[in-house]
Nanobody, 120 residues
Framework: QVQLVESGGGLVQPGGSLRLSCAAFGSIFRFYAMGWYRQAPGKQRELVATTTSGGSTNYADSVKGRFTISKDNAKNTVYLEMNSLKPEDTAVYYC??????????????WGKGTLVTVSS
């Protein structure tokens, strides 16, 4: 019923920038929250950033000042602008959406992920 599709992943050099997009398709016009999580090889999935319908944002400490989450409500699309990328940012990035709440356990839908590789 609801599908999230990420795009924009790829290979980038340290210090470079990348912009990820996530488009939501389905019957839900507006979510309470949408966000980005990532999972590096051998590690657990972790928060990157979330944003609510009211405009509140939440960032992991590791990305504050470097990443920016934004959205286009008319398109049910969320973006993640990543700057000053580091090798430790390498991971599969997953888009998520929630009908209620904004925490990880509140997320009702998940995309299939897009791979971001930061390497020289």
């Amino acid at each position: 019923q609801v599908q999230l599709v990420e795009s924009g992943g790829g290979l980038v050099q340290p210090g470079g920038s990348l912009r990820l997009s996530c488009a939501a398709f389905g019957s839900i016009f507006r979510f309470y929250a949408m966000g980005w999580y990532r999972q590096a090889p051998g590690k657990q999935r972790e928060l990157v950033a979330t944003t609510t319908s009211g405009g509140s944002t939440n960032y992991a400490d590791s990305v504050k000042g470097r990443f920016t989450i934004s959205k286009d409500n008319a398109k049910n699309t969320v973006y993640l602008e990543m700057n000053s990328l580091k090798p430790e940012d390498t991971a599969v990035y997953y888009c998520s959406a929630a009908r209620t709440g904004w925490g990880e356990r509140d997320m009702d839908y998940w995309g299939k992920g897009t791979l971001v590789t930061v390497s020289s």
